[in-house]
Structures are given as C-alpha cells and as structure tokens.
C-alpha cells in the first residue's frame, strides 16, 4: 500500500508542477498511474488534500536538505561558506524551477491555506536558519560585521514575502527562479566583506547558471 500512495505522490508531483492545480482532473490522474479512481480516492480523500501532501513532501526535503547544509557550515571549519550558501541558494532555485507560475497562482486562488502553509513555512525557516548562518558568517569574516543581523533578516523576508507572491509576479512578468536569483545575488553581495566578494565574484558561477537554465 506504501509504494502505491508513493507512487500517487510522485506523479501527483509531475502533473501538479506542470498543469497547476485546477487542470489536473483525478480520473486522468488515476489513468495515468495505471489504478481506479476508488484507489486513488482509497489514499486521498480529495484532490486538495493530495496537493497538501506533495507540498508537505517538497517542503520537508527542502528542510532536510538546507539543514544538512547549515550543519556542515556551523561543524566544519573547513568548508568555504560562500561555496556551501551557494548550495542552499541552488536548492531554493532548483524546487521553484519544478513549477510554474500557474501552480502558484492556482495554489493562492484557490487553495489559500496551502498558500498559508508555505509562506509559513519560508518564515518560520527563515527565522530559525538566519541568525545561524550570520553568526558564522561574521566569525569567519565572510559578512561584515558593521549590518545589523536583525535589520538584514527582516529586509530578506520582506523582499522574499512580497516578490514571491503569484499576484506580483504575473504583473512583473518574472518566473519565481529568476525572482529568486536575482534577490540572493544582490543581497549576497551586499553582505559580504569586501574579500569574500572578490571570492565570490570569481568563483561563484551559480547566478550565471541559474540565468542560462531559466532562459532555456
């Protein structure tokens, strides 16, 4: 029964990603896995909860994946900062890059809660990561020293909150990837010592790649 509802999930994923919310009919859904509507209908009592489960799914790797990598920054002297927030930057590009702008509309329009869940979600991950990965950062002489961390995390979260909303990207006429690359490489730069940004500036290709996917 596992690997039937993990199944579900995962094409459930494919389709949502790609036709948003409203254009995914759960017959077709079931005819696709190779399984009755009643089975389908036997793991997920309705489409929106099937939607809620994918998001819970995306948002928990999304978790585990970013602490891992906020672990090894804060255990690990060794490991180049910029290198390891570059990481965790492709990881927020790489799940937003599984989308499209329809699925978050369709999300904000017609499930709101879910919407809720996941603006909660970057908020509450935002607060707990932040202040950790500053720390470190200005320990090791990566981020300057004279910005307030608490003045920087409410300009992050503010900017993050109001441009990556469906409403605002359909008027701007940006994808969420290149919202995303372009709020991180500016603010990047911004924080970083002067020697971290020569650093950056000449080995970090990660925003020029992100341009380069997002065109193609």
Not at 118 to 138: D, H, P
Request: some cysteine; aromatic content about 10%.
């Amino acid at each position: 029964m596992l690997q039937v509802k993990d199944k579900i999930l995962k094409v459930a994923r494919q389709e949502f990603a790609k036709h948003g919310f409203r254009n995914v009919r759960t017959d077709e859904l079931a005819n696709k896995l190779g399984i009755s509507k009643r089975t389908l209908y036997f793991h997920f009592e309705s489409k929106e909860q099937l939607l809620e489960e994918v998001i819970d799914l995306e948002l928990e790797t999304l978790k585990l994946r970013i602490d891992s990598i906020i672990s090894e920054i804060e255990n690990n002297k060794e490991v180049n900062v910029i290198d390891e927030l570059s990481k965790m930057w492709q990881i927020d590009v790489d799940s937003s890059l599984s989308f499209t702008t329809e699925f978050f509309t369709d999300i904000q329009k017609f499930i709101p809660n879910i919407w809720d869940k996941i603006a909660a979600f970057r908020k509450k991950e935002m607060e707990k990561n932040f202040s950790r990965i500053f720390k470190v950062g200005v320990e090791r002489q990566v981020f300057r020293s004279n910005i307030s961390g608490e003045l920087l995390f409410l300009m992050h979260l503010t900017i993050i909150q109001h441009l990556l909303n469906p409403e605002t990207l359909m008027k701007m006429n940006y994808t969420p990837q290149m919202v995303i690359a372009t709020i991180y490489d500016v603010l990047f730069k911004g924080v970083l010592t002067d020697e971290a940004r020569d650093y950056y500036e000449t080995h970090q290709k990660t925003f020029c790649t992100i341009n380069k996917s997002i065109q193609e």
